[in-house]
């Protein structure tokens, strides 16, 4: 067992009832400990963010297979094989932009977590990152306003 | 405190003594029971590995700025700024190639996970993931050899 002490929470006004995906702004909070660790970041700018999905119901992660976003025209796979957060274990990514960074707090756009979710770990985003020819399953283009824009 | 039980472990000829970068393969040998979870996961050409750095000496997890790689001519920054080992919370991330998966295994190309890394957990990367217009510090672009071929 790996035992995490959280950096820090998530702040900000996306809940459970606002959807899937949050366009708006959010508050990385850490541990003021933590603000000397972060010195640097503002030069990059997206950053990734590895949080805990503290809201996800326990019984939600023994399913193994789900269809993406509970879409009937969507097949049956693996929750592995999903970005969804009914999983083993629920941790959360996202890539978001980095507004702008004060001392602990970090300001974010498009950050899929809810308030209050514990921070695991933030890493900037670099070139590395950023791979071509990326290809995904046929469903993901039909189900994802980002697949639709690329296809057809 | 986030307690997380391994989804998993990296089977790699990749450790300690062999570099910053692991451009050979790797398998993550998943338990049996996280099987079905898989299923769909061959249809993505890159996955998202999320995994703890076991073997990082716990008292260096309590410094808060280094030097890039230990180049003397990068600037002191926060580790949090960096995607090196030394963090706080020693949470690996590698975007790989899947090169195949057979039930419970899968095999990968890129991962720089020492073997026996307990893996977290395991995500698609998709077209959301692509980030167009990616800044990084100049010292970045000096010290990496991807800068380099980008940059001048």
Not at 114 to 125: A, M, N, T, V
Request: contains cysteine; proline residues 6%; charged residues 30%.
């Amino acid at each position: 067992m790996v035992s995490i002490e959280p950096l820090g929470y998530v702040r900000s006004e996306f809940d459970e009832d606002k959807g899937d995906r949050n366009e708006g702004q959010a508050v990385l909070e850490l541990n003021p400990r933590y603000s000397e660790a972060l010195d640097g970041i503002e030069e990059y700018s997206h950053i990734i963010v590895i949080f805990w999905m503290h809201k996800l119901d326990i019984k939600l992660r023994t399913i193994l297979k789900i269809r993406p976003r509970g879409r009937e025209d969507a097949p049956l796979v693996g929750v592995l094989a999903t970005r969804g957060k009914i999983r083993p274990n629920p941790i959360g990514l996202s890539v978001v932009e980095l507004v702008e960074r004060r001392g602990n707090l970090i300001k974010v756009k498009g950050l899929d977590a809810y308030d209050g979710s514990p921070i695991l770990d933030i890493k900037p985003y670099d070139y590395y990152d950023v791979k071509e020819g990326v290809r995904v399953p046929e469903w993901w283009l039909k189900i994802s306003r980002k697949g639709q824009s690329r296809c057809c």
